[in-house]
Every structure is written in structure tokens, then in C-alpha cells.
């Protein structure tokens, strides 16, 4: 998912999550394969990195993907 919150700890407000990198495999076995990366860029954009080839992409490619990795950012606006 692009957002993730958890409520229980930080009520009032809620803390929210941000997706910013997905990392990807693809092969039979995770000692064997090629890893990727998708990575949001500042300006809100996504890329695309596969060894030294670097691409646009976009969100919902993003998240179509088998993911083997997820990785969040906490949204500071959302924190009381």
C-alpha cells in the first residue's frame, strides 16, 4: 500500500506512513536472482534503478509489483 497508519500509540492524532522504495526480485531463490529498486523521488516522482540504468516510472507500476521489501517514512505533519 502507498500509506500505512497506526492509531493506538500517538492518539490524538495519527501517524502516517509514507511509501518511498520498493525493492524487488526476480528469480527462483533469494540467493539467486537480480534485485531492482523504485525510489520516490523529492519532487513526488518515482525512478526506477536496475544496476546502472536508471528510469522513470510511476506510482501504480510501482505498486503492481511483487515486492520483497517495503520501505516507509513517517509524514512529520501527521505527528502531535
Not at 15 to 27: C, D, M, Q
Not at 39 to 52: C, E, K, L, N, V
Amino acid at each position: 500500500p502507498q500509506w500505512l497508519t497506526y492509531e493506538k500509540q500517538y492518539t490524538p492524532a495519527q501517524r502516517t506512513y509514507s511509501l518511498y522504495a520498493v525493492i524487488s526480485h526476480i528469480g527462483n531463490s533469494a540467493i539467486g536472482g537480480h534485485y531492482t529498486c523504485d525510489i520516490r523521488q523529492p519532487d513526488g516522482s518515482w525512478m526506477h534503478y536496475d544496476d546502472a540504468t536508471v528510469t522513470p516510472t510511476t506510482l501504480k507500476d510501482v505498486l503492481q509489483k511483487q515486492a520483497y521489501l517495503l520501505l516507509y517514512t513517517v509524514e512529520a505533519d501527521d505527528m502531535a
